[in-house]
């Protein structure tokens, strides 16, 4: 038993550096598990590379939504605040393809229509879609990102026959949430949920059984402007048990057998 972080990003520049001391202070906090999700072929092979070196981190092979259009809107001339190595979808998914044994899930993948234009969506479903074949075919759960295409990404994990699917930072409406909770998928609470009224409710509606934790670090921190951390899902599962009306005990035993599930 113990606390599992399904969404982190240790490769970011803002954490690779101090890796060993976050690890140190993710288990002074009972976190077992950090799951560093990939964005592109480069930040996949370096999560792996973290993953091999460190026991604690486990590895989710990933081609982050904007990078799977990125080309494209930059040909267009869209303006994307993006640095660093690119790729094609095609390169992208066969990377994903060639590797995805070495992963415990596939992530972080989705859809979205926060950055990306409507133009780009028909190119961005494609891709999600392969994505979602590869991880059903290979039998491993997915990691989800849907920011402003909530509903669409539903109805294509639902099309496909997806049910081991973790959904991070929900942003959509809580109700739509107790539907995708009803599917049996996952969803992830961040550690900013005490100042978020939408995770707030989440946490007092949604099923105990379809939950998990995350940090998505070093973003969405406990406090504005502070960078996150995985120590930091133990302070969400404190604020789980308050809510449940429980012990942490049995909080952290629910969210941990939720994980394993």
């Not at 950090?34 to 480069?42: E, F, K, V």
């Not at 486990?58 to 660093?84: C, H, I, N, S, W």
């Not at 859809?111 to 479903?125: A, N, S």
């Not at 920011?147 to 669409?152: D, N, P, S």
Request: hydrophobic share 40%; net charge negative; charged share 25%.
């Amino acid at each position: 038993m113990g606390l599992a972080d399904v969404h982190a990003h240790l490769t970011h520049p803002k954490l690779i550096g101090d890796v060993e001391a976050l690890l140190d202070r993710a288990r002074a906090a009972g976190v077992t598990t950090i799951i560093s999700n990939g964005l592109n072929p480069r930040d996949n092979a370096a999560v792996l590379e973290l993953a091999v070196r460190h026991s604690l981190i486990k590895q989710a092979m990933g081609f982050y939504p904007f990078d799977t259009v990125l080309p494209e809107m930059r040909a267009a001339g869209v303006d994307y605040p993006r640095e660093g190595e690119e790729c094609s979808s095609d390169e992208g998914v066969a990377y994903v393809r060639a590797h995805i044994e070495q992963a415990l899930a596939v992530g972080e993948i989705g859809l979205d229509g926060h950055w990306v234009p409507e133009r780009f969506w028909p190119r961005q479903e494609a891709v999600f879609r392969e994505l979602i074949a590869l991880a059903l075919e290979a039998d491993k759960p997915i990691i989800i990102h849907s920011r402003k295409r909530e509903q669409r990404a539903l109805e294509i994990l639902e099309e496909m026959g997806a049910v081991r699917v973790n959904w991070h930072c929900f942003g959509s409406r809580v109700k739509l949430a107790r539907r995708i909770a009803d599917r049996g998928h996952y969803l992830s609470i961040p550690a900013n949920a005490r100042r978020s009224e939408s995770f707030t409710r989440m946490l007092e509606t949604l099923p105990h059984t379809q939950l998990l934790l995350e940090t998505d670090c070093p973003y969405l921190g406990p406090e504005p402007g502070t960078q996150n951390e995985p120590a930091n899902i133990a302070g969400t599962a404190a604020y789980a048990a308050a809510i449940w009306g429980v012990s942490m005990q049995v909080a952290e035993a629910q969210l941990s057998e939720n994980f394993e599930r």
